[in-house]
């Protein structure tokens, strides 16, 4: 079932277009996966979703409600968590001070428990509670900024470019943690990747967004097969 979903959606930055007639559905307890060259509009695919851009046309649907231009503390508080592409940490505060911040909405006896239940999921960040969050290493970092989102349980984690500037090993990891919320948590993921075609390899399924248009929707293998994926990131790469 679509947990997700957005019907003939137009959308922008004031009068702006971006994005033309997009029809894209994120399945319950599934990662999908959203690819394309820079400047394609993925991110304010993301922004439509969470009342940051501007809406020009169609509709957002969230568990069969329409949310369309809904500001985004409301779209938070439905249980969609957005982590923005240079979303980041605190860097001044400690790992334990960055997830105390992230559950500062929740009432006070809960927080102890989610912290415990986000340590469980990602043990390597026990170790480091006292330590500042700018002296974690990049894969650490992300693994953190993903502990914050996941202190208010949210229904459905929206990642933009977690991997970016990873080197190859923790481009990995980060993406088996992704794996591990869906099958642990059932958690439901988008996730928007440079990395392609890792993150096709882990998705259940694929959009490829081209110049604010969706050219391709189906599982992951074919769209790793497609002619135009080929040709477009090889031309990313150069
Ligand atoms: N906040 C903004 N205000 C105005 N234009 C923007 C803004 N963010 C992105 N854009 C424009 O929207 C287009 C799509 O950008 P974006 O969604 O960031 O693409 P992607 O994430 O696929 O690289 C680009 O032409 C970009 O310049
Ligand atoms: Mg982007």
Excluded at 44 to 54: D, E, F, K, M, P
Excluded at 113 to 126: A, G, H, Q, S, Y
Aim: with cysteine; charged share 25%; net charge positive.
């Amino acid at each position: 079932m679509a947990m997700l979903e957005t019907v003939n959606l137009y959308s922008g930055y004031g009068k702006l277009k971006v994005l033309f007639d997009i029809n894209f559905r994120a399945n319950e307890r599934e990662i999908t996966v959203v690819v394309g060259p820079n400047g394609a509009g993925k991110t304010t695919l993301l922004n439509s979703i969470c009342g940051v851009a501007t809406i020009h046309g169609g509709r957002v649907v969230f568990e069969g409600r329409e949310i369309t231009g809904e500001s985004p503390h409301k779209v938070a508080r439905l249980g969609i968590a957005y982590l923005p592409q240079m979303g980041n940490v605190f860097s001044e505060l400690t790992v334990e001070e960055n997830l105390l911040i992230a559950g500062y909405l929740l009432p006070k006896r809960e927080v102890k428990d989610r912290v415990d239940e986000v340590l469980d999921i990602f043990p390597k960040l026990k170790g480091f509670l006292r330590r500042k969050a700018g002296t974690l290493s990049g894969g650490e970092r992300r693994m953190l900024a993903i502990s914050m989102a996941l202190m208010r349980r949210p229904k459905i984690l929206l990642l933009d470019e977690m991997t970016t500037d990873l080197a190859p090993i923790l481009v990995k990891k980060v993406l088996e943690k992704v794996v591990e919320l869906r099958d642990r948590l059932g958690l439901t993921v988008v996730l928007v990747e440079q990395h392609a075609k890792l993150a096709l390899e882990i998705g259940d399924w694929a959009y490829l967004l081209v110049s604010g248009t969706m050219r391709f929707e189906g599982e992951p293998e074919e769209l790793l097969k497609h002619p135009q994926f080929a040709k477009l990131y090889l031309g990313i790469a150069r």
